[in-house]
Every structure is written in C-alpha cells, then in structure tokens.
C-alpha cells in the first residue's frame, strides 16, 4: 500500500513539474502570454498603445503598412497575444516577431529558395532599402557599405548611392549600419527600418591632425607593414562567401544584356600556397535585347573569373608588391575616419619612364592593424592604348577599339579580429 502510495506521489509530482515547464515556456514566448481585455471601439494605433500597455511590449513597424486610423473592436478573453494581433491586423501578407521587448510587424516576402537540391521550397524575408547621399553636397555616395554591425551580412549602393538589404526575422535584435570612407557611420536597430525605403544623410567626419605628422610618414613604410601583416589581419582558414553577381551591356540608355547570379565562393586562406578560390552559381539567369542596329558588338574581358581576382589582398596586384614599388610613385596625402578608425590615404601613380606600370589610384590602410581596407584603382589614362588588348578580347576586324575607362573598387570589412572581402 505504501509502495502504490509512494509510486503515485512521484507521478503526481512529475506530472506537476510538467505543467510548470509548460508554463514557464508560454511564459518565454510573448506571443503566448493571454490578455484578457474590454470591449473597445478604437482606432488600429490606439488599440496597439492598448496592447503596449497590457504586455509591456513596444511596437516597431512601418508606419505606411497598416492603417493606423481605421476602427477596430478591441476585445480578448483570456487570449493568446498571437489571435488577438491577427483579428486586428486582419491582413494574412502580415507577419509578426519578438525581439527582445519590440515587436515588429512586417510584411515578408516570400520567394523560391536558391537551393538546388530543394527547388520547390521557398524562403521568407523582409527588406530595407534607402539611398545615400552627402549631407551637405546632397550628391550620391556611390559604394557605400550597408551591412549588420558584427555580421558578415551586408551590401554596397550603386552609383547613385541606391540599395536594398535584404534578412530573415532572425536579424531583428541586430544593428543596421552604413557607413563610408571620411564620413560618419549611421547606426539604428533593425526593427526600426522593416520594410521602410528612406534616404540616408552622412555628414563628413573631420580629423584634426597637425600637417607635419603627415609628412613624417612615409607611404612606403606604411605598405611594407600592410604586406607584413596580410596573415594576422586576414583569414588563413578557408571561408564560404554568399554574393550576387551582376554583369550588364549598355548601349545609350538601353540595356542589351544583362546577366545575373546568386554566387557561393569557396575562398581559400590568405597564405601564399593556397588553392585558387572556387565559385559555384546557385541561381542566375541571362537577358538579351540585341536589336538588329546593334551592329557592332564587342567580347571584352570580364565574368566570373575577373571577379575573383579583384581581391587584391589574396591575388596581389604590382602596385602592392614590393618588387614593383620602385615603378610606382606613392604619396600620403590623407587621414580619413570609417567607424571611428582613422586610415591613412595613400595615392599611387606610374612613374614616368616605367611602361611596365598601368595603374593609378589610392589605398587606404587602417592605422592601428595597418590592414588595407579599401582599394581603388584604374588604368592609367596614358596607358589606355597599350591596356586595350588586355580587354578586347574580340572584336569585328575592320574596327578599331579603345578602352576610356577601366576602373575597380575593392573593400574589406572587420568582422570580429580579421578582415573579409
């Protein structure tokens, strides 16, 4: 009897302990906890303020997806926070998240995955979109890098300082940050800019530097620094990188071909016996518009491969490698601040009488690791004619080809102690 007794108590007690985790759990996930709430006519705001005050939870959204003065009747019996959010919003294209005390409503978009191995399946995401300019100028900032603070998330704009970022719900308790070379960074939590298309203002970030400081140090000393620390600063360990490629043929304002690609690259560590970097095209598609007045076409030196071996810290082009420093003229002729880490500027151009020197540009290497965080470069305008054959690859016989322009920008962002491209 003491025994069936005993033997009942101990059920009775794991039972017990199974409701309390059961409630404990509904306790960790806000959107279960229940409200019971009176029956009130209302506007949409004024019912989410309602519920604000109810859950002790604050709300983040764009403010255009949901209809902030139309009537709603507010009432819960004992509730889930979930079912009362969904008969308000009444909208199914809504979604809605917890992170941290925000709850963030937002539209997701819904797309097929990328994977090959599951075609069919699709992936949920939201976007923020903006454009970047100068505060004072109001001009674009092309290439400005738009990326999660402590993520290896994140993209550049156009030329005309245009982007689009998109992530998954499990980005919402991060930072969004944009930031670029001279200017200060702006930084605000993600759930405040779900969904939102907004222009961003940088203003220019001084540097008070005495001009005799900058003249005591030598640009070369600086890159034979850079050169020495490429092991410390950069992975030696391979890394997958996931990218989109875009490769476009513009005649006038008319696009004639335009290629597209969701890439996955293998890159290989940063020492010198190491492997060529691999890439693999997970999705892409190709477009042309070739009308019969495009009469010339050209086959000129660019693709997947050209890509790869822009990252001039894994493929080191002559104007970083010491045995080639003698061609080149180099000069500091700047400290500009990203993310509050000061870079010194270093121009570079051919020297005169050094035919084996193509290229023209700057280098900016960050002053406390002397890591190279941005390149930007392009063919010397006096060695245009002898860099055409280097780009055309081919070309209708009877017609004579000259390259105007070639140029590149390279940059490298510090995710935890290393850089990545």
């Not at 991060?174 to 907004?198: K, Q, W």
């Not at 969701?262 to 020492?271: H, N, R, S």
């Not at 691999?278 to 030196?301: A, E, H, N, Q």
């Not at 491969?305 to 420093?325: G, K």
């Amino acid at each position: 009897m003491d025994r069936v007794s005993y033997t009942t108590r101990i059920a009775a007690v794991i039972l017990g302990l199974c409701l309390m985790a059961l409630q404990l759990k509904a306790q960790e996930n806000p959107l279960e906890q229940r409200l019971s709430l009176r029956d009130t006519t209302c506007t949409l705001i004024e019912a989410l303020k309602i519920i604000e005050t109810a859950t002790s939870l604050s709300f983040a959204y764009n403010s255009e997806l949901i209809e902030k003065k139309k009537k709603v009747l507010l009432h819960a019996e004992n509730e889930p926070l979930s079912e009362v959010l969904r008969r308000l919003l009444d909208d199914p294209s809504v979604d809605f998240k917890v992170s941290g005390r925000h709850l963030v409503i937002y539209q997701p978009v819904i797309s097929r995955s990328a994977d090959p191995q599951n075609p069919d399946s699709t992936v949920s995401y939201f976007e923020i979109s903006g454009s970047v300019f100068d505060a004072t100028t109001r001009q674009p900032l092309p290439f400005s890098n738009v990326y999660l603070l402590g993520k290896s998330t994140g993209t550049i704009s156009n030329e005309e300082g245009r982007f689009v970022l998109k992530l998954s719900t499990t980005n919402l308790s991060d930072t969004f940050c944009i930031s670029y070379m001279g200017y200060r960074s702006h930084r605000e939590p993600v759930t405040a800019l779900v969904n939102t298309d907004r222009k961003y203002f940088l203003a220019t970030e001084f540097l008070s530097i005495q001009e005799v400081v900058i003249r005591r140090v030598s640009p070369l000393n600086i890159l034979y620094s850079a050169i020495d620390r490429l092991q410390q600063n950069y992975s030696l360990r391979p890394a997958v990188l996931t990218s989109f490629y875009r490769e476009t043929i513009k005649k006038n304002n008319r696009y004639t071909e335009v290629s597209e690609a969701v890439l996955e690259i293998f890159k290989t560590g940063y020492y010198p016996e190491a492997e060529d970097d691999r890439v693999m095209i997970i999705r892409g598609r190709r477009s042309r518009d070739i009308s019969p007045d495009d009469t010339i076409v050209l086959k000129l030196k660019a693709g997947l491969n050209t890509m790869l071996l822009l990252d001039v810290v894994r493929y080191i082009p002559d104007f970083l490698n010491p045995s080639s420093f003698p061609d080149y003229d180099y000069r500091m002729t700047d400290i500009q601040v990203e993310n509050g880490r000061d870079h010194y500027v270093i121009e570079f151009s051919p020297r005169t009488n050094y035919p084996q020197a193509y290229y023209t540009g700057r280098i900016l290497v960050d002053a406390t690791d002397f890591a190279i965080a941005r390149v930007e470069f392009s063919i010397s305008t006096d060695r245009l004619d002898e860099a055409t054959r280097l780009f055309v690859i081919r070309k209708p016989p009877t017609m004579d080809v000259k390259v105007l322009e070639a140029r590149y920008e390279v940059a490298y962002r510090k995710t935890g102690r290393q850089y990545y491209l």
